[in-house]
């Protein structure tokens, strides 16, 4: 069985391999473009076992070597540089710590999903991302209504449609270039709630997928 440790970075990855007896091969520095990454996991003896630590690229990684045959194991990168507790930290010392934590059975794992679902996932995330855009947009908004003290009292919600109505008629009180600003953020919050409806139709088809 050979143990594969991955000390995953932006542009390139280190790989130091282990056998059963603990000897080390030669660490790899493979450069992220997807034919030398597929050239040295083709390299590897099939179903080698990949201990990966987790970075904001992973998903690529992984589902090339799934598709080379291999069995990729995301670590948790931040428990697993305390358990290899090295002083002096380099790409090859940390791509051999998770080969052994990996050998050794106590590599601190996390979950991979499976990739369709590694695809699915990305529609509530794209949500998230959308709902934090469109509450920064409303409070800027609000802050600048009460940088020249307009007051909008009759409407509860400011961005329904009885609220909408009024702030367009008080928006003339804001000076030419504020009030261009306003209208710009308001352009782009009618996008936003936009592709928040079309990010809330998509799940709700695939839950209901999930759920046949």
């Not at 790409?91 to 080969?99: H, S, V």
Request: glycine share 8%; hydrophobic share 40%; proline share 5%.
């Amino acid at each position: 069985m050979i143990y594969v440790g991955c000390d995953a970075h932006k542009r390139y990855s280190m790989f130091a391999a282990m056998d059963d007896r603990g000897m080390v091969g030669v660490p790899a520095k493979v450069d992220h473009n997807r034919s030398s990454f597929r050239i040295f996991l083709n390299s590897l003896p099939p179903r080698s076992s990949i201990a990966v630590g987790t970075i904001g690229s992973w998903y690529w990684m992984i589902d090339e070597m799934e598709k080379a045959g291999h069995l990729p194991v995301l670590a948790h990168a931040g428990k697993a540089k305390l358990m290899m507790g090295q002083i002096n930290k380099t790409d090859k010392l940390d791509a051999k710590g998770l080969a052994l934590l990996l050998r050794n059975g106590t590599l601190p794992k996390v979950w991979i999903p499976p990739g369709e679902l590694r695809d699915q996932r990305e529609l509530p995330r794209l949500r998230m991302a959308l709902v934090r855009m469109r509450t920064m947009l409303k409070s800027r908004i609000h802050a600048t209504l009460a940088k020249y003290g307009i007051q909008i009292e009759e409407a509860s919600d400011l961005f329904g449609t009885g609220g909408r109505d009024i702030l367009k008629k008080r928006l003339p009180e804001l000076p030419p270039q504020t009030q261009r600003s306003v209208d710009g953020e308001l352009a782009v919050l009618d996008e936003v709630d936009d592709q928040i409806k079309c990010a809330n139709s998509g799940s709700k088809t695939w839950s209901h997928q999930r759920r046949r």
